[in-house]
Nanobody, 120 residues
Framework: QVQLVESGGGLVQPGGSLRLSCVAS????????MNWYRQAPGQQRELVAA???????NYADSVKGRFTISRDNAKKAVYLQMNSLKPEDTAVYYC??????????????WGKGTLVTVSS
């Protein structure tokens, strides 16, 4: 089993910045793609940013140029630097990671989410 612990959410004014962190722990052979999703009230969960094991990144159009995803494999961590935040970025942000376990199965895990509120 793998556990994901997210941190860094909170209340920020429009134009401000936040940095989300997600640390994985538990039994895994490899840590594969690491992603951030978000879900706003009444909306479907959407992919915000993704980073592969070889550090290729992908972003939703709505956050390109404002958000940056990064990872630290030694710490089994993924980060989301969010700049120039807008009220429409308000959502619960979820960490999502893919791992290969010691039975060579690819398993996907979700964090519990961290709330980001952008408001004046």
């Amino acid at each position: 089993q793998v556990q994901l612990v997210e941190s860094g959410g909170g209340l920020v004014q429009p134009g401000g910045s936040l940095r989300l962190s997600c640390v994985a722990s538990g039994s895994m052979l490899t840590l594969n793609a690491m992603n951030w999703y978000r879900q706003a009230p009444g909306q479907q969960r959407e992919l915000v940013a993704a980073i592969t094991s070889d550090f290729s990144t992908n972003y939703a159009d709505s956050v390109k140029g404002r958000f940056t995803i990064s990872r630290d494999n030694a710490k089994k961590a993924v980060y989301l630097q969010m700049n120039s935040l807008k009220p429409e970025d308000t959502a619960v942000y979820y960490c999502n990671v893919g791992v290969t376990d010691f039975r060579f199965r690819n398993v996907n895990y979700w964090g519990k989410g961290t709330l980001v509120t952008v408001s004046s």
